[in-house]
């Protein structure tokens, strides 16, 4: 069994802002397998499915990003999941936008989602797959009001295209693992 879960804010003020990417990869997989992310449990909406014969939660913590570790540690705790068994699908402003990286495990890079997770969780080799938003063309930009900020026209087919090649990563994972996603998709260009 896996939890899939992409981080992002709830409400509709943080639709389609950069730090929701994850939770619009989470809508783009459930589109594709035809599932309804429409159940609340441990402070999530979510909704199940099988890939490559596993079962799998596909999860959008509403705790607020900073606090999705309560949502995905309570999934974690009561399915009795190990780390590697959680992928998280998260932004990453150091990837240029609709770059993908995976990774089997690592530090939070200065997400506090990441960190909320990792703290939580006590352990940082779960699975992530981060999607590129870039990052603010002038230093004294608030990060903060970036991320928070909306994609631009420009920025949309680029990142529609990052959301596609992210569902595969994910899917690759639960296959053939972290190494073989790292291999297929780390190395892609938009």
């Given at each position: 069994m896996y939890i899939i879960a992409g981080l992002g804010n709830p409400g509709r003020q943080y639709e389609m802002t950069r730090h929701n990417i994850g939770f619009h990869t989470i809508d783009y997989i459930a589109d594709q397998l035809h599932v309804?992310?429409?159940?609340?449990?441990?402070?999530?909406?979510?909704?199940?499915?099988?890939?490559?014969?596993?079962?799998?939660?596909?999860?959008?913590?509403?705790?607020?990003?900073n606090l999705s570790g309560d949502s995905i540690g309570d999934f974690a705790e009561f399915y009795k999941l190990p780390p590697e068994n959680i992928i998280i699908i998260n932004d990453d402003v150091s990837l240029e936008a609709g770059r993908i990286r995976v990774r089997a495990k690592?530090?939070?890079?200065?997400?506090?989602?990441?960190?909320?997770?990792?703290?939580?969780?006590q352990s940082d080799e779960f699975p992530r797959v981060k999607i590129g938003v870039g990052a603010p063309e002038h230093?004294?930009?608030?990060?903060?009001?970036?991320?928070?900020?909306?994609?631009?026209?420009e920025e949309i087919p680029?990142?529609?295209?990052?959301?596609?090649?992210?569902a595969g990563a994910?899917?690759?994972?639960?296959?053939?693992?972290?190494?073989?996603?790292m291999n297929r998709f780390n190395s892609r260009q938009i």
């Amino acid at each position: 069994m896996y939890i899939i879960a992409g981080l992002g804010n709830p409400g509709r003020q943080y639709e389609m802002t950069r730090h929701n990417i994850g939770f619009h990869t989470i809508d783009y997989i459930a589109d594709q397998l035809h599932v309804k992310i429409n159940k609340l449990k441990f402070k999530a909406l979510y909704g199940e499915t099988n890939i490559a014969g596993e079962k799998v939660l596909l999860v959008k913590p509403q705790t607020y990003m900073n606090l999705s570790g309560d949502s995905i540690g309570d999934f974690a705790e009561f399915y009795k999941l190990p780390p590697e068994n959680i992928i998280i699908i998260n932004d990453d402003v150091s990837l240029e936008a609709g770059r993908i990286r995976v990774r089997a495990k690592g530090s939070a890079g200065g997400h506090n989602g990441l960190k909320s997770i990792i703290y939580r969780l006590q352990s940082d080799e779960f699975p992530r797959v981060k999607i590129g938003v870039g990052a603010p063309e002038h230093e004294d930009y608030d990060l903060k009001d970036y991320v928070l900020g909306r994609f631009t026209r420009e920025e949309i087919p680029i990142l529609e295209k990052s959301i596609i090649n992210a569902a595969g990563a994910v899917e690759e994972i639960i296959k053939n693992g972290s190494e073989s996603a790292m291999n297929r998709f780390n190395s892609r260009q938009i």
